[in-house]
Nanobody, 125 residues
Framework: QVQLVESGGGSVQAGGSTRLACATS????????MAWFRQAPGKEREGVAA???????AYADSVQGRFTISRDNTKNTLYLQMNSLKPEDTAMYYC???????????????????WGQGTQVTVSS
C-alpha cells in the first residue's frame, strides 16, 4: 500500500522559513521521482519542486533560489526547505510520487498517481 504523509508547515511571518516533510511507504523513494505541488484557493495546483530518481532537481521560477527539495533515503522521506517566504507562497502543499522506475523529474501533476493529504502553509506580512 502506497502512503504519503506530509508534516510541517503552519503559520510563518514573511521572510521566515519552514520545512515540510513527506514520509513515504510502498516504494523506495531512491528509485522514484517525487515532487512538491501547491494549490492556493481559486487557483490551479502547480508544481513547485521536483527531484528525479538520480537526484537531479528542478524548481518553478517563483521559488528558485528560495526553496530546496531533498530526500533522506534511509528514512524514505522527502523534504522541502522553504526560505525567504512571501505571502504569495500561502497555499496547501502536497507531495507526490511517480511510479516508473528511475524516472526523470517532472512538475506535471498528470505524471503523479500518488499524493499526500496536503499540509497548509500560511505566510503573513
Amino acid at each position: 500500500q502506497v502512503q504519503l504523509v506530509e508534516s510541517g508547515g503552519g503559520s510563518v511571518q514573511a521572510g521566515g522559513s519552514t520545512r515540510l516533510a513527506c514520509a513515504t511507504s510502498g516504494y523506495a523513494i531512491s528509485t522514484r521521482s517525487m515532487a512538491w505541488f501547491r494549490q492556493a484557493p481559486g487557483k490551479e495546483r502547480e508544481g513547485v519542486a521536483a527531484i528525479a530518481a538520480d537526484g537531479t532537481t528542478a524548481y518553478a521560477d517563483s521559488v528558485q533560489g528560495r526553496f530546496t527539495i531533498s530526500r533522506d533515503n534511509t528514512k524514505n522521506t522527502l523534504y522541502l526547505q522553504m526560505n525567504s517566504l512571501k505571502p504569495e507562497d500561502t497555499a496547501m502543499y502536497y507531495c507526490a510520487l511517480r511510479v516508473p522506475f528511475r524516472s526523470r523529474w517532472s512538475l506535471r501533476k498528470e505524471d503523479f498517481p500518488y499524493w499526500g493529504q496536503g499540509t497548509q502553509v500560511t505566510v503573513s506580512s
